[in-house]
């Protein structure tokens, strides 16, 4: 049996310790070791977790490991990720077993699928991806390395999330449309068009800002 190690103990580790308990293959290919945090005491406030047993940097890898990132910062998470897997970790997808995915559906290592998620058909999740609760993706979809999916958000068939790119919580992607990389559409937004790299666009229909 392999043993997880979630790597933040912040509010997404201790959400991802309860997906995972809900997970499709806990208890038989892996259970819960431990959080990995820079703050030894992330989780002194809170009861019933696994303990933080080390630092990202300073951790010894061990050979029935595997991991899964759980920060929301993006750049967090792509640096901590890289150091990790250039020092021998594998990282894994954690997918709720209430998640529906449908046929022809890949999802990358270090990808979280959380509960009540649809992955209709043929979609695409790249590795080191956030899908979260209640959010539906339409077929022949595309996500990008790296981006976020916020809890409740529509993405329509044949859309194309760039890497690093951000969907906030309740926004509704029109079909075909692109998201470009590391952009952002602010929390209840609808797109209609297209959203070029690096932009941040917020509203109904969603608009540029700054």
Do not use: W
């Not at 979630?6 to 070791?33: C, H, N, P, T, W």
């Not at 899964?68 to 997808?93: P, Q, W």
């Not at 077993?97 to 890949?106: C, D, Q, S, Y």
């Not at 937004?189 to 800002?209: C, E, H, K, Q, R």
Request: charged share 20%; glycine share 14%.
């Amino acid at each position: 049996m392999k043993h997880l190690v979630i790597v933040g103990a912040g509010g997404f580790g201790r959400e991802m310790y309860g997906a995972a308990l809900e997970s499709v293959g806990y208890g038989v290919e892996f259970d819960v070791k431990g959080f990995l945090d820079a703050k030894p005491d992330a989780l002194a406030r809170f009861a019933g977790y696994p303990t933080v047993i080390g630092s990202p940097d300073g951790y010894e890898i061990a050979e029935d490991d595997v991991f899964v990132t759980a920060l929301g910062n993006i750049e967090s998470r792509r640096r901590c990720a890289e150091k990790l897997e250039s020092r021998g970790a594998r990282f894994v997808a954690i997918v709720h077993r209430t998640a529906t995915i449908g046929p022809n559906v890949t999802i990358g290592e270090g990808s979280f699928i959380a509960p009540h998620v649809s992955l209709t058909a043929d979609v695409s999740v790249g590795r080191h991806v956030s899908v979260f609760h209640s959010s539906s993706v339409g077929h022949d979809s595309r996500l990008g390395d790296f981006s976020h999916v916020y809890a409740q958000c529509s993405i329509g068939g044949s859309v194309i999330l760039g890497e690093g790119a951000v969907v906030y919580p309740g926004s509704v992607v029109a079909p075909r449309r692109k998201v470009g990389a590391s952009s952002v559409v602010g929390a209840g937004s609808a797109v209609f068009v297209d959203v070029d790299p690096g932009i941040t666009v917020l509203g109904n229909p969603a608009m540029p800002i700054g």
